[in-house]
């Protein structure tokens, strides 16, 4: 299986901040990474697919970037609306493994 | 707009088959492939297994023994059976479609049910 990383596990931030979180993987996966936004008691939401694309309709502050085993999300301008956990999932190959969850808190 | 609702028990007893249940509304399914995933309480996401539009199905091979996934497009729904159900069977399990971009392989978990809660205890 490959193991999805992420880091930090929890980091805490300012509206208006800069946010990078960052995701490895065990091997190469090329660029099959999603990312998704998960609020408490709600189901995960795609914001990114195969590393850069951005999901229909989720706001332009949201990027992704990366290839091989390294990637990242970043977060331009931290809205009140994004503090939320945030999941790397590869989807290079079975079975389809998620990353650990990383939870922007307000500072 | 497609949507997504699970529905099932919410507590199974041990060594007990978990049935769920996921009724696609606004779309037809054999146009789809579709996904189970399930997250325990307080921890991250795990993925179930997948059944394509053929009905051919891949499972998670951490459950493959015990998961089976099926279609019923007379009534729009897919369904997951889990057998031999433990305590660490209990989550909230997920439906979800893949959905891609321009090429077959480029998937992902475009549309997601609610989500529903499952128990196990007896």
């Known amino acids: 299986d490959i193991q999805m990383t992420q880091s930090p596990s929890s980091l805490s931030a300012s509206v208006g901040d800069r946010v990078t979180i960052t995701c490895r993987a065990s091997?190469?996966?090329?660029?099959?990474l999603n990312w998704y936004q998960q609020k408490p008691g709600k189901a995960p939401k795609l914001l990114i697919y195969?590393?850069?694309t951005l999901q229909s309709g989720v706001p332009s502050r949201f990027s992704g970037s990366g290839s091989g085993t390294d990637f990242t999300l970043t977060i331009s301008s931290l809205q009140p609306e994004d503090f939320a956990t945030y999941y790397c999932?590869?989807?290079?190959?079975?079975?389809?493994?998620f990353g650990q969850g990383t939870k922007v808190e307000i500072k | 707009q497609v949507q997504l609702q699970e529905s099932g028990p919410g507590l199974v007893k041990p060594s007990e088959t978990l049935s769920l249940t996921c009724t696609v509304s606004?779309?037809?399914?054999?146009?789809?492939?579709w996904s189970w995933i399930r997250q325990p309480p307080g921890k991250g996401l795990e993925w179930i297994g997948y059944?394509?539009?053929?009905?051919?199905?891949n499972y998670n091979p951490s459950l493959n023994s015990r998961v089976t996934i099926s279609v019923d497009t007379s009534k729009n729904q897919f369904s997951l059976k889990l057998s031999s159900v433990t305590a660490a069977d209990t989550a909230v399990y997920y439906c979800?479609?893949?959905?891609?971009?321009?090429?077959?392989?480029?998937?992902?978990?475009?549309?997601w049910g609610q989500g529903t809660k499952v128990t196990v205890s007896s």
């Open positions: 979800a479609r893949i959905g891609r971009g321009s090429s077959w392989i480029e998937e992902a978990f475009d549309i």
């Open positions: 606004g779309g037809f399914i054999r146009n789809y492939d």
């Open positions: 059944i394509f539009n053929s009905g051919s199905t």
């Open positions: 091997q190469s996966i090329t660029t099959y």
């Open positions: 195969t590393a850069s």
């Open positions: 999932q590869q989807s290079y190959s079975a079975p389809r493994t």
